[in-house]
């Protein structure tokens, strides 16, 4: 069975920080591109960073600068630390888990919200 259990989500306020953890079993990790995604009420899941296996990272403009991908193969968790949040970023993040032929699955999703 695969699953990708998310932690780390809450109540921050802005200018705060968060770090997120998406604990993958089930798959071989290391060979998994992994993303972050994040959705909130009545828009779109829009993608926010993703890192491949090779270590090849890429973020959406809103959060350059401000949030980092990173992944630990040994412990077969990917993680996004989240910087100078803002009330903007407050969504539903859900962690992705992509195989080499293209095949998804996803995490329960955390909710991250940011107010003062």
């Known amino acids: 069975q695969v699953q990708l259990v998310e932690s780390g989500g809450g109540l921050v306020q802005p200018g705060g920080s968060l770090r997120l953890s998406c604990a993958a079993s089930?798959?071989?990790?290391?060979?998994?591109?992994m993303g972050w995604y994040r959705q909130a009420p009545g828009e779109p899941r829009e993608l926010v960073t993703a890192?491949?296996?090779?270590?090849?990272?890429n973020y959406a403009d809103s959060v350059k600068g401000r949030f980092t991908i990173s992944r630990d193969n040994a412990k077969n968790t990917v993680y996004l630390q989240m910087n100078s949040l803002k009330p903007e970023d407050t969504a539903v993040y859900y962690c992705?888990?992509?195989?080499?032929?293209?095949?998804?699955?996803w995490g329960q999703g955390t909710q991250v919200t940011v107010s003062s």
């Open positions: 992705k888990a992509t195989s080499v032929g293209g095949y998804d699955y």
């Open positions: 089930g798959i071989i990790f290391s060979v998994y591109t």
């Open positions: 890192i491949t296996r090779r270590g090849n990272t």
